[in-house]
T-cell receptor, first 115, second 115 residues
């Protein structure tokens, strides 16, 4: 069965510092990969996704993620964090077959940004 | 345009009572998902509707949980004889088509507390 591991439950960074959130997955084949952000009281918003091709994908709000097949990882990065980035971040995987639709989510990483 | 809306935003109920949670998807979206987000856990897939096809109910945790989608639009998630372990945030998402290739847009969720 597929699974997603986000090993860091909580991360604190200073504003302006770089950020990397880790995500490892277990899947039978190369899945589709996603990062979502959830701000307090809000629904989840898609930050970026990987389907195929270039393994470094760019997303909204200055985020990027790199797919590393050999490590089964899809880590999220941002060069300079802003206070508004404080939120919970979820990595998810989904099947790369056309009609299957279930996403499997990690348990999330809560990001705190200090000023 | 309007996003996915859910009501109520908060629901407090007593153990053993039935509850109904409502989801209004984005107009024109044919796919609708329900997820459950429990404290310290990731999002757990519950059920998926796609057009007029039979729903994928594989994520429903027990027969106390059911959902319907009327007229291919509004969906209601019903939990009968609620238990304290049902306390969670229930998230609805809609998507323009089948398959995870189509982005899922999430509502703000309904926070259910079972006393």
């Amino acid at each position: 069965a597929q699974s997603v591991t986000q090993p860091d439950i909580h991360i604190t960074v200073s504003e302006g510092a770089s950020l990397e959130l880790r995500c490892n997955y277990s899947y039978g084949a190369t899945p589709y990969l996603f990062w979502y952000v959830q701000s307090p009281g809000q629904g989840l918003q898609l930050l970026l996704k990987y389907f195929s091709g270039d393994t470094l994908v760019q997303g909204i709000k200055g985020f990027e993620a790199e797919f590393k097949r050999s490590q089964s990882s899809f880590n999220l990065r941002k060069p300079s964090v802003h206070w508004s980035d404080a939120a919970e971040y979820f990595c998810a995987v989904g099947p790369n077959t056309g009609t299957a639709s279930k996403l499997t989510f990690g348990t999330g990483t809560r990001l705190q940004v200090t000023l | 345009g309007a996003g996915v809306s859910q009501s109520p935003s908060n629901k407090v109920t007593e153990k053993g009572k039935d509850v109904e949670l409502r989801c209004d998807p984005i107009s024109g979206h044919t796919a609708l998902y329900w997820y459950r987000q429990s404290l310290g856990q990731g999002l757990e897939f519950l059920i998926y509707f796609q057009g007029n096809s039979a729903p994928d109910k594989s994520g429903l945790p027990s027969d106390r949980f059911s959902a319907e989608r009327t007229g291919g639009s509004v969906s209601t998630l019903t939990i009968q004889r609620t238990q304290q372990e049902d306390s969670a945030v229930y998230l609805c998402a809609s998507s323009p088509g089948r398959g995870v290739y189509n982005e899922q847009f999430f509502g703000p969720g309904t926070r259910l507390t079972v006393l």
